[in-house]
């Protein structure tokens, strides 16, 4: 069975920061992309963050680019978003994706229960 | 970036009913569009991906269909677990923008 729990999530100051994880199982991490995704109080989905299979592609959202950081640890089934100068509008549940790709199309087809990040003073 | 236009953003309808949700790409994604369903305190859940494929074990009463531009996703025979919010998300290019959402409600 696939599982993708995500942990790290907090209380942080404007200006803090986190890091998020992701600990994966039930599938070969190494073989995929990844994705962290988010939800802001009251708003809709919003993707943050991609990652190749072997690290080499990397992307951000706008919003975030020069502040967050995403990586991977294959040998540890891990994902990982490095959250710094954190705002409050970067206040949000933030979801590991697992991202599945055909020729036809890619989709996120298994998701994390999330993690909460409030940032606030 | 591309934009994703979903209608309506709230839908009042009934346990039985059948209903379609529409959702627009600001430019051609060919068929790389996914539907998810998101109840909440629940991790949002694939419905359709390449436009029209049914995603393993989610009931046949959901479909999804279009390209380029213009897709819907259709819900045939409302069950109670229905109701919830539906979104359209664009894998074509970076960033992997969703629509708005749909809000299903019970009427």
């Known amino acids: 069975e696939v599982q993708l729990v995500e942990s790290g999530g907090g209380l942080v100051q404007p200006g803090g920061s986190l890091r998020l994880s992701c600990a994966a199982s039930?599938?070969?991490?190494?073989?995929?992309?990844m994705n962290w995704v988010r939800q802001a109080p009251g708003k809709g989905l919003e993707w943050v963050s991609y990652?190749?299979?072997?690290?080499?592609?990397?992307y951000y959202t706008d919003s975030v680019k020069g502040r967050f950081t995403i990586s991977r640890d294959n040998a540890k089934n891990s994902l990982f978003l490095q959250m710094d100068n954190l705002r409050a509008d970067d206040t949000a549940l933030y979801y590991c994706?697992?991202?599945?790709?055909?020729?036809?199309?890619?989709?996120?087809?298994?998701w994390g229960q999330g993690t909460l990040v409030t940032v606030s003073s | 970036d591309i934009q994703m236009t979903q209608s309506p953003s709230s839908l009042s309808t009934s346990v039985g009913d059948r209903v379609t949700i529409t959702c627009r790409a600001s430019q051609r994604i060919s068929s790389f569009l996914s539907w998810y369903q998101h109840r909440p305190g629940i991790a949002p859940k694939l419905l359709i991906y390449a436009a029209s494929r049914l995603q393993s074990g989610v009931p046949s009463r959901f479909s999804g269909s279009g390209s380029g531009t213009n897709f819907t996703l259709t819900i045939s025979n409302l069950q109670p677990e229905d109701f919830a919010t539906y979104y359209c998300q664009q894998s074509y290019d970076t960033p992997r923008t969703f629509g708005q959402g749909t809000e299903l409600e019970l009427k």
């Open positions: 994706v697992r991202e599945t790709r055909i020729p036809q199309s890619y989709y996120f087809d298994y």
């Open positions: 039930g599938f070969t991490f190494s073989t995929y992309s």
């Open positions: 990652i190749s299979s072997s690290s080499s592609l990397i």
